[in-house]
């Protein structure tokens, strides 16, 4: 649950930062897709469907977290020993930084 949370919180920060929206949209779509067929995620994309469908009514996925961890890691935002990449983040955080400067 927290790696989705995290997921959630960098695409956030990344819209928020004033990155081109298609741009992130397209960027999580590539990892997801390049997660979901790897074979050590072991997430079937029908049953995943199926849990985004029910807004999470349905059965969720039995490795949902290893799928979260993937793109996480696929988008450059969590380092293969599993930390947060700040360097990523605080760029990120800087370009929304200067996109809305501080007012008096």
Known sequence: MKVVIALTIF?????GAAIDKEQV????????EK?????AVG???DELKT???SKGQAPKPANLNKLSM??????GWLKDDNTINTSEVKQILELGAHDHPKTG
């Open 35 to 39: 997660c979901l067929n790897h074979p």
């Open 43 to 45: 997430v079937d994309k």
């Open 70 to 75: 993937c793109i996480l890691k696929e988008n």
């Open 51 to 53: 849990y985004r469908e």
């Open 25 to 32: 949209q397209q960027k999580m779509r590539a990892g997801s």
């Open 11 to 15: 695409v956030v920060l990344a819209a």
